[in-house]
């Protein structure tokens, strides 16, 4: 069980937006940055979303990011078949002094 | 072209020890972290240890504390993770990851390399 939830699916079709959650604490989402990363089985994960909301340059601006008192959001706009994978946040836990990542989602395009 | 690489994985029985290595290239670390996050078979993305450029700041999970060491070497631009009384609940493929913007996130990731503990 993470200390960060996720859902564990998700699901939309394509040119829709999907909307992934991550819930925490006032230790971790509440007091820091979250990060969210996209993982395709067999490669390394890629940074999707720094700093809640911030986007790194290369990553499509369909990707964006949210952060609201403990939990923070991952949208997706107009999904594609190329985002049909997982989907982590992540975030530093200042009780913990620890990385947390959620549980993961695993987005799929119907 | 930022790379990092990864190396050092492999086979190894329970309670046996491992030490992987992460070489960065076409990076400047700065004021950079290097962290380690792992991947079990089948299972989510879990942090396991980072260290502060200068190496005055180290921290590990819970799971790793007292088993795991990790260190750095800047001047070979390297960063290893040093593995002790492994069990199976290790065995996961392994990442090494640039702690950008003062290690706030992870920007630059390696390959990977797969730690297997069995006998």
């Known amino acids: 069980q993470s200390v960060l939830t996720q859902p564990p699916s998700a699901s939309g079709t394509p040119g829709q937006r999907v909307t992934i959650s991550c819930s925490g604490s006032?230790?971790?989402?509440?007091?820091?940055?979250v990060t969210w990363y996209q993982k395709v089985p067999g490669t390394a994960p890629k940074l999707l979303i720094y700093?809640?909301?911030h986007r790194p340059s290369g990553v499509p601006d369909r990707f964006s990011g949210s952060k609201s008192g403990t939990s923070a959001s991952l949208a997706i706009s107009g999904i594609q078949s190329e985002d049909e994978t997982d989907y982590y946040c992540a975030v530093w836990d200042t009780n913990l002094n620890v990385w947390l990542f959620g549980g993961g989602t695993q987005l799929t395009v119907l | 072209e930022v790379q990092l690489v990864e190396s050092g994985g492999g086979l190894v029985q329970p309670g046996g020890s491992l030490k992987l290595s992460c070489v960065a290239s076409g990076l400047d670390l700065g004021d950079d972290w290097m962290d380690w996050v792992r991947q079990a078979p089948g299972k989510g993305l879990e942090w396991v240890a980072n260290i502060k450029q200068d190496g005055s700041k180290r921290y590990y999970v819970a799971s790793v504390r007292g088993r795991f060491t990790i260190s750095l070497d800047n001047a070979k631009k390297s960063v290893y993770l040093q593995m002790n009384s492994l069990t199976g609940e290790d065995t996961a493929t392994y990442y090494c990851?640039?702690?950008?913007?003062?290690?706030?996130?992870?920007?630059?990731w390696g390959q990977g390399t797969l730690v297997t503990v069995s006998s």
């Open positions: 006032s230790s971790n989402i509440g007091s820091n940055a």
């Open positions: 700093s809640n909301d």
């Open positions: 990851a640039r702690g950008a913007g003062g290690g706030w996130f992870w920007d630059s």
